[in-house]
């Protein structure tokens, strides 16, 4: 699979952001997927996980209640709504690939995209 991440911007603490994930090649309404991001300085985090089937969905402590994340098979694309947005949330936001039997971080990666930059200003 290649992905690329879209729908990144500069928002202000309380206002809400939808990403995109697109994908190119035949295997992916087989493989679940994640969103991860990286803040400067930090490392990585899964913030959120969704099955092959969109069926399940895993999001740590830090965004329930705030983040969704949902798929269209048919179009080859994920998608994460951010609601509720904290300056903690700035960060590059990545779409990859998830371990599927926790929906967990995986241990093989795809290549990673350039990633969608979410700032948020207090």
């Known amino acids: 699979l290649q992905l690329a991440e879209s729908g990144g911007g500069l928002v202000q603490a309380g206002g809400s952001l939808r990403l995109s994930c697109a994908a190119s090649?035949?295997?992916?309404?087989?493989?679940?997927l994640g969103w991860y991001r990286q803040a400067p300085g930090k490392q990585r985090e899964l913030v959120a996980a969704i099955s092959a089937s969109g069926t399940n969905t895993n999001y740590p402590d830090s965004v329930k209640g705030r983040f969704i994340v949902s798929r269209d098979n048919d179009k080859k694309s994920m998608y994460l709504q951010m609601n509720s947005l904290q300056p903690e949330d700035t960060a590059v936001y990545h779409c990859?690939?998830?371990?599927?039997?926790?929906?967990?971080?995986?241990?093989?990666?795809?290549?990673w995209g350039q990633g969608a930059q979410v700032t948020v200003s207090s």
């Open positions: 090649g035949t295997t992916f309404s087989e493989n679940a």
């Open positions: 990859n690939a998830v371990n599927p039997y926790g929906l967990n971080y995986a241990s093989r990666y795809y290549a």
